[in-house]
């Protein structure tokens, strides 16, 4: 019977083989006393674990900072705002100082015109509305990818708000029914005129410069023929291109 030994670099004996009378291999793994344990490595040292747990402390904070509304935010996700092209031209360095100082006075002006008319309407001399139109909406409006491919329909909502009761009105539309023209935007803001503002005061309108929505000669037509046929002062103020505050 033969013996052999396989030891490593360090002259450990870390096995035997022994070969019986027919020739085969047997194999003990039987360690020697004298051969130190091997130490179980750690998933994580100690300041690993530290580090976790801190990061962990510091979301919750977080979250409950959130939660409790201590940013004026009640998101994480901060909001968008629009920026006109004059503006981001500037940070571009695209528009001169000069343009960008008249772009400002415009701005400030169109909101103190906007503040001096909203304290007359609230003081009951004047109506004062400003309209505008949301964003299109689909419909239905649902998060599955195969409905991403078909056919939606097109849904319109024009905004009608008054600055002094702060009564608002939608009218609201699809595709089928009528399109983006300027001659179903006179016809909502005519309807709103005739059912909802007196008609012993003068009118103000505040919009933006939309062409096909509040910039053209249909609404002006229509809004001249109702003055005329109601007998009362309608002024259209539009705002000049820019991030103005509308009110909607």
Known sequence: MEITHFTTNDSQTIGVVE???????TIDNEVPENKPKRRKHA??????RNITKEKRMRGRELFRIFQKGKTGYDSITKPKKDRCDVCCGYETKNVTEEVYKKHIEKKKAARLEK??????AID????????DLQSMKVCPKV???????????CCYNFTVYNL????????????CEGELQASNFASCLVDYIQEKVPKTIPLVI???GCTAQ??????ANALLDLAMKENIVITQKIFEKGPYPNGV
């Open 19 to 25: 070969l019986d009378e027919s020739g085969l291999e």
């Open 43 to 48: 998933t994580c040292t100690e300041w690993q």
């Open 115 to 120: 503040e001096a008319d909203k304290k007359l």
């Open 124 to 131: 009951g001399k004047i109506t004062v509305l400003t309209v």
């Open 143 to 153: 998060q599955a990818s195969a409905v991403y491919y078909k056919t939606k329909l």
């Open 164 to 175: 002094a009761t702060h009564e608002v009105t939608c009218y609201w539309w699809h595709e």
């Open 206 to 208: 505040f919009s933006d």
């Open 214 to 219: 509040n910039r053209n000669s249909i609404m």
